[in-house]
């Protein structure tokens, strides 16, 4: 088992930046894949961002370019930093977890979640 709590979130012009960030109750170097989703208002649960502990990296098209993904095994932690932020990127953002190397786009069969935090994006 492994609780994640997401910070950071908050309420942004576009053209700003936000970090993410999400610290896991126990060690994140065992765990194989970590990500971050969002679901915006009336829109179904997407993924972000997501790395293996391999290093592999997966982003949405939307974010590509603007958001970057990053662990600190150390600090059990994992980052989103989101530059050039859009009011299409509002949404919850949700921490995800998982032992298997699959990445899911909508979240499917994810092991373990945070409770989100919401980015706000003003025009």
């Known amino acids: 088992q492994v609780q994640l709590v997401e910070s950071g979130g908050g309420s942004v012009q576009a053209g700003g930046s936000l970090r993410l960030s999400c610290t896991a109750s126990?060690?994140?170097?065992?765990?194989?894949?970590m990500g971050w989703y969002r679901q915006a208002p009336g829109k179904q649960r997407e993924l972000v961002a997501a790395?293996?502990?391999?290093?592999?990296?997966t982003y949405v098209d939307s974010v590509k370019g603007r958001f970057t993904i990053s662990t600190d095994n150390a600090k059990n932690t994992v980052y989103l930093q989101m530059n050039s932020l859009k009011p299409e990127d509002t949404a919850v953002y949700y921490c995800?977890?998982?032992?298997?190397?699959?990445?899911?786009?909508?979240?499917?069969?994810?092991?373990?979640w945070g409770k989100g935090t919401l980015v706000t994006v003003s025009s």
């Open positions: 995800a977890a998982d032992n298997s190397y699959r990445v899911s786009m909508k979240g499917d069969g994810v092991d373990y």
């Open positions: 126990r060690s994140i170097f065992s765990i194989n894949t």
């Open positions: 790395l293996s502990s391999g290093g592999t990296t």
